[in-house]
């Protein structure tokens, strides 16, 4: 069974930094569009940033030169680095990926494999 773990969240000040990780079982990373959502308790899910297969990456302006999304092929694991965090990045964290050829246009909330999220809280 396809399985994705996140983990890495937790609690920080603004201008801090946090790790997540996303943890893929039965397929490998390397070869899907993944990406990383968030969802803050009175908004809708938004995308954060995402990684094809072939390694392109694209942001949300909002994240732009603050955060990095990464794939550990020896892992198998998607990470998010997070930098210089602001209180309007607390959110529930979510991974999710796609098999999809080319770049990662579109992430199905009911047919693509998500976890189960990792909760951000930035405080300032």
């Known amino acids: 069974q396809v399985q994705l773990t996140e983990s890495g969240g937790g609690s920080v000040q603004a201008g801090g930094s946090l790790t997540l990780s996303c943890a893929a079982s039965?397929?490998?990373?390397?070869?899907?569009?993944m990406a990383w959502f968030r969802q803050a308790s009175t908004e809708a899910r938004e995308r954060v940033a995402s990684?094809?297969?072939?390694?392109?990456?694209t942001y949300a302006d909002s994240v732009k030169g603050r955060f990095t999304i990464s794939k550990d092929r020896a892992k198998n694991t998607l990470h998010l680095q997070m930098n210089s965090l602001k209180v309007e990045d607390t959110g529930m964290y979510y991974c999710?990926?796609?098999?999809?050829?080319?770049?990662?246009?579109?992430?199905?909330?009911?047919?693509?494999?998500w976890g189960q999220g990792t909760q951000v809280a930035v405080s300032s």
């Open positions: 999710v990926a796609r098999w999809q050829l080319g770049a990662c246009t579109y992430f199905n909330p009911t047919t693509d494999f």
């Open positions: 039965r397929f490998p990373v390397s070869n899907y569009c």
């Open positions: 990684i094809s297969g072939e390694g392109s990456e």
